[in-house]
Nanobody, 126 residues
Framework: QVRLVESGGGSVQAGGSLRLSCAASGYIGSPSCMGWFRQAPGKEREGVGS????????LYADSVKGRFTISQDKAKNEVYLQIDFLKPEDSAMYYC???????????????????WGQGTQVTVSS
């Protein structure tokens, strides 16, 4: 059974940084993608970035390019989301997702990801 557990969220001031982690267990399928999504109250869940697990190739939403960085540690089966220069509009619940349907381009489309974590809250104050 696949389990994804996010951590690292919190409350920060605008301009600060956070590093979110996602620990994966179980067999996701190979090849596969890991993605980060976020959902703010009253808004739809949107993809912010993904990483192709076999090559490490990353993909980012235009709205976060230059501020968000995804990386992975294959040995630990973990994926990370580094968020710099945080803005109040980055406030949301951040979810880690995994799946093979998004491979090979690892598109940021919700239904391409089979497995989801419970989320970690990020709150940015101005």
């Amino acid at each position: 059974q696949v389990r994804l557990v996010e951590s690292g969220g919190g409350s920060v001031q605008a301009g600060g940084s956070l590093r979110l982690s996602c620990a994966a267990s179980g067999y996701i399928g190979s090849p596969s993608c890991m993605g980060w999504f976020r959902q703010a109250p009253g808004k739809e869940r949107e993809g912010v970035g993904s990483i192709r697990r076999d090559t490490g190739t990353t993909l980012y939403a235009d709205s976060v390019k230059g501020r968000f960085t995804i990386s992975q540690d294959k040995a630990k089966n973990e994926v990370y989301l580094q968020i710099d220069f945080l803005k109040p509009e980055d406030s949301a619940m951040y979810y880690c997702a995994a799946g093979y349907r998004a491979w090979p381009s690892c598109v940021l489309v919700n239904d391409k990801y089979n497995y989801w974590g419970q989320g970690t809250q990020v709150t940015v104050s101005s």
